[in-house]
Each structure stands twice: as structure tokens, then as C-alpha cells.
């Protein structure tokens, strides 16, 4: 149960790094114009995986994103193999509107969460960081890299009992290292698709939606 909670932990470090709140101020795209959302790239699909600890299986992201990522959507799914047993986790995030909204296949309902409650330890976007919300988040800029032909900025968080990095282009993760509990893991942008992206994955499912605050969400508050 370590390695779910390592992956989880890895995928909200990811994610976080480049989400932001609804009101935020518009931010700078990489050709000099202006857009409310988080990424500098207006839509796309990024794909990341991860190998778990110890050869315990793997953890792959799938993530749509449009407007500049004002409307996203994020499929985890967590596959695990231990003691004989197989263990797969499929996990559906949207995010638009000021809201997250969160559940799994099978499920009659989803958590609703508002933006503003969840822990975010990028606060937005990685460009307009304050000297506040690093130190509140033990953020560090420890210089650049170039990966795949992507020159990244690289960041540092040791936040929350979880030590990691960030490698940012346009904003998006392109890789990420995180150590927490004595294991470690390495998540990888394997591919990146611009271009528009079918609106459906965007339609919320006809499920009971629960309001929750982010300190509320099983293993996620403080």
C-alpha cells in the first residue's frame, strides 16, 4: 500500500506543478500573448509513465488538456503486482470551471472539489511564484536542463514529508522525482500531442457529485 501512496503522491506533485486556481491573473504564453489558463501551449494530450519501486508495477497518465488548461482531464491508472496478486487503479480527473472532479470506473458517485481548497504546490504557475509560496512549499529553482530537445527549468519541493523535482517546459512537467517513506520514482513525458482535443472527454459523467474541501479527501488532508 506504500507504492499506491508513493504514486499517488508523485501524481499529485506532477500534476500540481503546473495547476493553478480559476481566478488566477492571465499568464504569458511562449510567443508573447496573453491567456487565462496554465499551460503555454493552447491543447494537447500528454502521456507520462512511471515504473514503481521495486519492479511492483507501473503508473501511466494520460492528460487532455484545452484552452491553455483551463479545461483538463487526467486518467491515472495504477497497475500493481505483489504477493501473487494483481491490483489495477483507474482513477478520472476534471478540472474546469473553478472545480475538480474526481472518481473511478464502476462508481455511482465522484468527489467535487474546489479548486482553491486543493494543496497546489506550484500556487500556479512556476513563472509568477512569489518568494511567499516558495518557502511556504520548500520550492528551490536549482538552474536549467534540456530533455528531449526541451529546455526545462528544474525545481526543487521538499514539502509534506515528500522530497522531489520538476523539470518545467511551457509550464508542463516534462519529468518528475519524487522520494517519499525511503522509496523513490521517475515519471517521464513520453509523448506530447499538440493540437485540439475531442471535447467529450471534457462531459462530467451523470454521477452523485460529493462538494468536499481538499482537507476532507481521504488521505489528501493535513
Not at 503546473?18 to 489558463?37: F, N
Not at 497497475?79 to 487503479?89: F, L, R, T
Not at 527549468?153 to 522525482?177: C, E, F, H, L
Not at 459523467?205 to 482537507?215: E, F, S
Request: overall charge negative; charged content about 25%.
Amino acid at each position: 500500500m506504500k507504492t499506491f501512496i508513493l504514486a499517488v503522491s508523485i501524481t499529485a506533485l506532477a500534476s500540481g506543478c503546473s495547476s493553478g486556481s480559476g481566478g488566477e491573473d492571465a499568464a504569458r504564453s511562449a510567443v508573447g500573448g496573453e491567456h487565462a489558463g496554465r499551460y503555454h501551449i493552447k491543447s494537447g494530450t500528454l502521456t507520462y509513465e512511471a515504473n514503481l519501486p521495486q519492479d511492483m508495477g507501473t503508473n501511466k497518465r494520460v492528460v487532455y488538456f484545452d484552452d491553455y488548461g483551463q479545461k483538463e482531464k487526467m486518467v491515472t491508472i495504477t497497475s500493481i503486482s505483489m504477493m501473487g496478486q494483481n491490483i489495477d487503479k483507474e482513477t478520472h480527473l476534471i478540472t474546469q470551471d473553478g472545480f475538480s472532479y474526481t472518481w473511478s470506473p464502476g462508481e455511482t458517485s465522484g468527489m467535487k472539489v474546489a479548486v482553491d481548497d486543493t494543496f497546489d504546490p506550484a500556487a500556479a504557475d512556476f513563472s509568477k511564484l512569489t518568494e511567499e509560496a516558495m518557502a511556504k512549499y520548500g520550492l528551490t529553482k536549482e538552474g536549467d536542463e534540456t530533455i528531449d530537445g526541451r529546455k526545462c527549468d528544474v525545481w526543487a519541493m521538499d514539502n509534506q514529508g515528500v522530497q522531489g523535482k520538476v523539470w518545467i517546459w511551457n509550464n508542463i512537467p516534462v519529468k518528475t522525482s519524487a522520494n517519499m517513506m525511503g522509496f523513490s520514482i521517475i515519471e517521464k513525458l513520453v509523448s506530447l500531442d499538440e493540437g485540439d482535443v475531442d471535447q467529450a472527454h471534457f462531459v462530467l459523467p451523470d454521477l452523485t457529485w460529493k462538494d468536499m474541501t481538499y482537507q476532507s479527501v481521504p488521505g489528501m488532508g493535513q
